[in-house]
């Protein structure tokens, strides 16, 4: 039987910080208002709360653009705090993508949805390992099994307290490296990593099943 192929979606960032959160803005509308939210059931206050997030970075951009010393380091922080918002959101959108029952209607979904659907690349090795460092406290050792060869890939990793809300912790060209997570002895910390590629080979991939570690001190 011939395997699915599977769909990811992801939002598009455009290089101009203007023209960027305007798009961010159609996207909030289209996963609100039909036929988006069909797809996806995102409650009003956080819809609400991202939009005003975007409104925050579109006055800070304005006050950028006067080249004031301090204001391009304003809209950089709201711009990330925007760019949260979007991946927190995207990956509501990848999740009802991963239950279709169908490739149309996956592909249906990411468009209404306005994100950009795109079929998967081969990865031959797709998991990863987090593990306490041997030789320094407070650091992990992060090893991705890399992308296939010829593949130009980036490495991210979320960390987590819970093993619900994650928050981004590092991203790097290597499929193995140490990260200093600042964290007491005895903390469980969870971690998910994913895989970037070039646009054109399909952007960021879904994240990869999540790992737990303790923290211990040397």
């Known amino acids: 039987m011939k395997k699915p192929q599977h769909t990811s979606a992801s939002f598009i960032f455009d290089n101009n910080v ?3 959160l305007s798009d961010i803005s159609a996207f909030y509308i289209a996963i609100s208002t039909p036929p988006g939210n069909s797809h996806v059931t995102i409650a009003t206050a956080l819809i609400s709360a991202a939009q005003g997030r975007v409104t925050t970075a579109q006055n800070a951009e304005t006050a950028a653009a006067t080249k004031a010393v301090g204001t391009a380091g304003v809209r950089d922080i709201a ?13 509501i ?9 169908n490739q149309t209607t996956a592909t ?3 468009q209404e949805c306005l994100l950009h659907p795109k079929k998967l690349p081969v ?12 030789d320094t406290s407070g ?11 010829g593949l130009h890939a980036c490495y991210e990793i979320q960390e987590s307290l819970d093993g619900i809300n994650y928050t981004p912790a590092k ?16 903390v469980k910390l969870w971690f998910r990593g994913r895989i970037s590629l070039s ?20």
Do not use: C
């Open 18 to 20: 203007s023209k960027m």
């Open 79 to 91: 711009v990330e705090a925007v760019m949260v918002d979007v991946r927190n959101f995207e990956a």
């Open 93 to 101: 959108v990848q999740t009802a993508i991963n239950n279709a029952p």
């Open 108 to 110: 249906t979904i990411a």
């Open 123 to 134: 990865i031959n090795k797709n998991d990863f390992k987090v593990a306490n460092d041997a």
């Open 139 to 149: 650091v992990v050792t992060i090893v991705f099994k890399a992308a296939a060869k």
């Open 171 to 186: 991203v790097s060209p290597d499929s193995h490296y140490k990260f200093a997570h600042g964290k007491a002895a005895g």
């Open 199 to 218: 646009e054109k080979r399909g952007g960021a991939q879904t994240w990869l099943t999540p790992v737990d570690v303790y923290i211990y001190a040397k």
